[in-house]
T-cell receptor, first 110, second 114 residues
């Protein structure tokens, strides 16, 4: 069945460091792909999305490119801030529901 | 604020008991999804309702059930609770079930079974 695999955390970075969180997927066809973020004590919020191959989703300085050839959707940010500390989930749309990866905890220190 | 409201925010109950979690979707959203987030399983899709009808089922236990009412709010009923049911339960809503717009998540109900 469809699945999402993302890098295990936690990821610990200093402020202004470069961030990459890897995400790969297994799916039939070409599903829409998403990154969600969960700040402490809050629900999931959509961070960005891409609906077809080579699409780049971007928001708040985060970017991810839908790579069909490598079935990947890695999340990147050039310069992280302390306020980016959260759990990040990669997800794909399967039918009408979302299938999530296990989440990667990012901790940014000043 | 996503516009999706879940109540209660926290719930502590004993094994063997039954609880009901409530979700009010965003205004105009017809689809409601329930997810369970636990440390060992991660985020798992439980069930989806669309305009009052069950639309899709995920990894939902037989002890769990859900429904969506005419006013589109939804309830998730968990019965014969076990320690392993302790988790964060999220509700999400979308306008339709066939479009590709993102789902909006509530803040979750944290269930602790003791």
């Amino acid at each position: 069945g469809d699945s999402v695999t993302q890098m295990e955390g936690p990821v610990t970075l200093s402020e202004e460091a470069f961030l990459t969180i890897n995400c790969t997927y297994t799916a039939t066809g070409y599903p829409s792909l998403f990154w969600y973020v969960q700040y402490p004590g809050e629900g999931l919020q959509l961070l960005l999305k891409a609906t077809k191959a080579d699409d780049k989703g971007s928001n708040k300085g985060f970017e991810a490119t839908y790579r069909k050839e490598t079935t990947s959707f890695h999340l990147e940010k050039g310069s992280v801030q302390v306020s980016d500390s959260a759990v990040y989930f990669c997800a794909l749309r399967a039918g009408t529901a979302l299938i999530f990866g296990k989440g990667t905890t990012l901790s940014v220190s000043s | 604020d996503s516009g999706v409201t879940q109540t209660p925010k926290h719930l502590i109950t004993a094994t063997g008991q039954r609880v009901t979690l409530r979700c009010s979707p965003r205004s105009g959203d017809l689809s409601v999804y329930w997810y369970q987030q636990s440390l060992d399983q991660g985020l798992q899709f439980l069930i989806q309702y669309y305009n009052g009808e069950e639309r899709a089922k995920g990894n939902i236990l037989e002890r769990f059930s859900a429904q969506q009412f005419p006013d589109l709010h939804s309830e998730l009923n968990l019965s014969s609770l076990e320690l392993g049911d302790s988790a964060l339960y999220f509700c999400a809503s979308k306008r339709l079930d066939t479009d590709i717009t993102e789902a909006f998540f509530g803040q979750g109900t944290r269930l602790t079974v003791v």
